[in-house]
Nanobody
Framework: QVQLVESGGGLVQAGGSLRLSCAAS????????MGWFRQAPGKEREFVAG????????YYADSVKGRFTISRDNAKNTVYLQMNSLKPGDTAVYYC??????????????????WGQGTQVTVSS
């Protein structure tokens, strides 16, 4: 089992920045990739960004490219999501996820095995 704990959410004005953190514990040697997803009220959960643990390759949703950056700290078993130029449309609960293996895509939530509890990000206009 892998446990994931997110932190760093909050309220920010449009144009501002936040950095989310996700600390992994437990059988972290099983982790192949990690990702960030988000879910806004009344909407389905959507992919935001992903990172392959071995070499740091990154993947982004088109809606956040150029604004968000995912990174990892292997020594701390932690993944980060730096969010810049935030928009009201970025308001959502953000979830960290971990996958034990690659199953065809990094973009689908069904390909991830472990999930954090979520952290709220609210962007005011």
């Amino acid at each position: 089992q892998v446990q994931l704990v997110e932190s760093g959410g909050g309220l920010v004005q449009a144009g501002g920045s936040l950095r989310l953190s996700c600390a992994a514990s437990g059988r972290t040697f099983n982790v192949y990739a990690m990702g960030w997803f988000r879910q806004a009220p009344g909407k389905e959960r959507e992919f935001v960004a992903g990172i392959r643990w071995s070499d740091g390759s990154t993947y982004y949703a088109d809606s956040v490219k150029g604004r968000f950056t995912i990174s990892r700290d292997n020594a701390k078993n932690t993944v980060y999501l730096q969010m810049n130029s935030l928009k009201p449309g970025d308001t959502a609960v953000y979830y960290c996820a971990a996958a034990r293996s690659y199953r065809g895509t990094y973009y689908a939530d069904t390909k991830y095995d472990y999930w954090g509890q979520g952290t709220q990000v609210t962007v005011s206009s």
